[in-house]
């Protein structure tokens, strides 16, 4: 059985850092596309960063130039660098595996909480 758990989460001061990973244990096949999302009470999940089996990235504006995705493949590991935190970035991080094989199917963690205050 697949299992993603998110890690790294936690308080920090607007303007901070912060490293979310996440770590697939099982077997996946056939993946698609790995991702980070956000939620925060009364709001829709929504995406962050994405980055495909073959390395290409996408980020929506909120936070492009602040936010980093990258892969460990060799250890099925996926990582999203946090830089220039704001208040607003306050949320439960998910992170997501979208697998191809033999159908489409998403994978989910239970969340991290990053708290940006000060």
């Known amino acids: 059985q697949v299992q993603l758990v998110e890690s790294g989460g936690g308080l920090v001061q607007p303007g901070g850092s912060l490293k979310l990973s996440c770590a697939a244990s099982?077997?996946?096949?056939?993946?698609?596309?790995m991702a980070w999302y956000r939620q925060t009470p009364g709001k829709e999940r929504e995406l962050v960063a994405s980055?495909?089996?073959?390395?290409?990235?996408n980020y929506v504006d909120f936070v492009k130039g602040r936010f980093t995705i990258s892969r460990y493949n060799a250890r099925n590991t996926m990582y999203l660098q946090m830089d220039s935190l704001k208040p607003e970035d306050t949320a439960v991080y998910y992170c997501?595996?979208?697998?191809?094989?033999?159908?489409?199917?998403?994978?989910w963690g239970q969340g991290t909480q990053v708290t940006v205050s000060s």
């Open positions: 099982g077997s996946i096949f056939g993946i698609l596309l």
């Open positions: 997501n595996v979208m697998s191809g094989t033999p159908l489409i199917r998403n994978y």
């Open positions: 980055i495909t089996s073959d390395g290409s990235t």
